[in-house]
């Protein structure tokens, strides 16, 4: 089966470098420069996987990101290995390691391949419709869909490679480095501004590059030899950037582009090691110039997806570029005239054409009239109706077109061949441009949609705004470029063109055949598989906007999101319907324009860096101490510090028990802390907390509590005088940083005329919180000048020391409803008062305790954690905290919620205590709560919000809501879990010491 | 991405910034004499208009300025911004 297929030494390969690769597990050879695509063809080889849903048979079909069939896994099984990856973009290396995909067991016979022959079986929307009854069996199907469904296989162990990500500012960036984009990205960069021009392939010039015909002129040399000086000039502009290899997108909103720029996947695996990857370029233009190209349309007839069957414009890219022949016996299909430059190229190089097959009937063109002098056959007129050979195109079926296009004519008439070249003519590569969010237009003439508002500063040039030929782009570019770039002239004014085109295009959407659509597969979506019929049966089944019918038939779904096909499905779904293509809109194009590695998108936000850590002064201690951690939004916090063999729940019982019967030391520095100073900073605290504030003595604590508006709980916290307009705030952990953001609202928004200003110092102190019968003794060992003594040191009330010479404050607040003191001290001194406190604690069994202790003791006490006891639906009366509610005060954040007709109904969700009727039984957080179990359907009451084992009350507690608790005190409730229920009473949510002895013994 | 021009801080990435939802709903001064549907009329009802609309803006990963901005919500055309307590340059 291998032969050569090179046909002549071109420029963009080197054939002095060979390099070996594997295919499907056989070495072949390329030359550097080549494509996977390229390389496989020299070889003669054209199947390279199966399609998706029918298993059939495919080819390499383009020369460019819009490939749907040649996609293929790299590397597979090692931790480089990449799904998914177009032949036709993946430059060969030494060592490359390529497999075919969506075959098992290989690509020559795949069982799959039934499907083909079962394809009557499988409709659009087979899915929905097989796999809907009976509802029980969906686990099993999925089973299978998961299994069948997706192309590659992603990586099981992590990616080796860096990538990152970078942002880069310019006056103008110019997208594609086809003759336009060169034009654009000259003009602009001699004009002044700084320029970046971006080219997804590897190489400059596009299409132009190898247009050595004699047929395109550009001040009397061919095309491509005037563009090479063109581009050997533009290396040269300092002020403008040049970036291969790298592919835009996305294209947001305000001139934001993201771009990969791909630095190593041409380089073999050993000259990765240690290099960026891929980098993500966030680009921020003042300019934008789209010229982005045009992508050649596929024909839509019978059997157009067999291997060997390409556009005709990668025929000739492959033998004018990489020195490819596609095949020894081609045949063209065409209704216009880009398959004659084709032609022309291929008889330049000895491949041999067998035939042309052109829609239209007798045109006059200078490229048709060359073509024949070659004595090549055209059949005018003429469409393909089938196409046979099953791994590899061998003959081709073409009857007459009649004279409407409708249908077909005549007999039919066998031709021989290897390759197929198809064109139906060019499609506007619009991607970018309405991703921007421009709106398109319909242009009848050649039926296409071309770029018509423009949204933000920019423009399309060249074939991405429908000037497909090289008079229109040389006549029209330098035109846009003057009135978009405001400058008076470009080098561009006296040019002479000279094209041989003939613009005339036939264009029939769905080729007739002399079978009925039904009995036909015409591919209109080649990675899916969707066909015509697809298309039709569902219009039929009264699918009508093009996005149902999209995602009914899966068409432009797939990795390539239909670059190729998605005209034809508008086409049919038009002349199916009766409607207007202009009217019929396009479905949307998201980005990215080609599939991201996740890589790229997460840069060097990987491992520890994937997000911000925050410890607290004290964290070292805590890692000596084996502290485990929990995650409390970004902070680290001591979670419990298992002793010996210690279990999270043995370590959790030892430390409640030490802290009420001795000491205990808490790490509270994650408290949001912030500083409120001003000349109304007491009516400032009226306003936002529930309570009164204004009478609170210099030197006193209260607990405060924030609602939002509407009246719910927000956070909580104590806040403390420290002067006449000084306070500080503590709100919560998590809620720190969003109780600062809406103080701020209010004082900026609503009451500008207050005199108060706010500042976060959560990072500058830490807190240290000791507490139980013995924290008395232990701080005042500690700081040996304080006054402890209740009376003139109260609960609820601060006083400023010092440290040796670091000043403090300590404050005695309670959390655990234990005798408590919290030292405030400079972030930098925290680890060594807390050793300190240690070293001062030794004698009373001092304990370290972790947020799992702190919520069982303040559980005990019935003290609620807000974001935990309640959710967004909790008032402070449902909470019973009715207490906390002034009802002298004229207004505060939410006070008039609370007496809305829903918030003050009798049977909301209310706070209560829960006691299991098995004092070791402990509830599950979360558990549904019940009255009545035999009533249909079971009415939710309520459900457990906090759950612990007391091993100070020596038996299970538990916080819940249940609808109308607060008047269900001592009713007996269920839980009902998977194998059991479980009995409770409803009790008042303080378990332990409500008379507050503890706290102020 | 929006590119948005902070009246106090210049042009900056709109990452830069949280929107804050409709402006100029001023708070009751008297809350307490409202009915339940005035009350909610304040709390809850939003226009959320497609074209002009006047939106709270603040520069949080900034200068932590509120302010207000005129947005045409159909194309995203930032219409002008300007600070809290003035009235708006466009209509």
Redesign the interface.
Known sequence: MTKNLRVKSSKLVDETYRISFKFNGTTYYGFKGDTLASALLANNIHLVGRSFKYHRPRGIMTAGSEEPNAIVQLHNGTSRTEPNVRATEIEIYEGLVATSQNCWPSVKFDIGGINNFLSPLLPAGFYYKTFMWPASFWEKYEYFIRKSAGLGKSPDVPDPDIYEHKYIHCDVLVIGAGISGIIAAKTAAKNGFKTLLVEEKSYLGGSTIYQYSEFFKINNQNSASWLEKEINEIKKIENLEIKTRTSVAAF???N?LLARENLTDHLPLEQRENKTRQRLLKI?AKKVITATGSIERPLIFDNNDRPGILLSSAIKKYADLFGVACGEKNILFTNNDSVYETAISLIQKGIKVQAIIDNREEIDSKLIKETEKNNIKIYKGYTIVDTFGYKRINSVSIMKLSKDGQKVIGSKENISCDSLGISGGWTPAVHLFTQS?GKLKFRDDDQVFIPNTY?SNQISIGSCNGDFTLDEILINTPKLLKEFLNIKKTEYENIEIYSAFNKSKRNIWLLPSNKIVGKTKSFVDFQNDATAKDIKLALREGFRSIEHVKRYTTTGMGTDQGKLGNMHALGIISETASSKMGELGTTTFRPPYTPLTFGTIVGRNVGKYFDIIRKTPIHEWHVENKAEFENVGQWKRAWYYPQNDENMHEAVQRESKAARDSAGILDASTLGKIDIQGTDASEFLNRVYTNAWSKLEIGKCRYGLMLN??GMVYDDGVTTRLDENHYIMTTTTGGAATVL?KL??YL???W?ELDVYLTSVTDHYATISVCGPNSKKIIQKVIPEIDLSDKDFPHMSFKNSKIGKVKCRVMRISFTGEQSYEINIQANYAKSVWENCMEAGKEFNITPYGTETMHLLRAEKGFIIAGQDTDATMTPIDLQMDWIVSKKK??FIG???LY??DTIREDRKQLVGLITDNPEEILEEGAQIVADMNKTPIEMLGHVTSSYFSPNLKKSIALGVVKGGKNMMGQKLIIPMEKKQINVTVTDPVFLDKENKRLNA | MFLINCPFCGEREQSEFKAGGEAHIVRPKQPTELSDDQWAEYLFMRKNIKGIQFERWNHIHGCRKWFNMVRDTSNDEIKAVYKMGEKPPVK
């Open positions: 947001h909103g305000y934001f921020r969010g949204p508006e509407d953001g701020e609202d900026q928004t609503e500008p004229f207004d006070k008039r919620s809305r007709s």
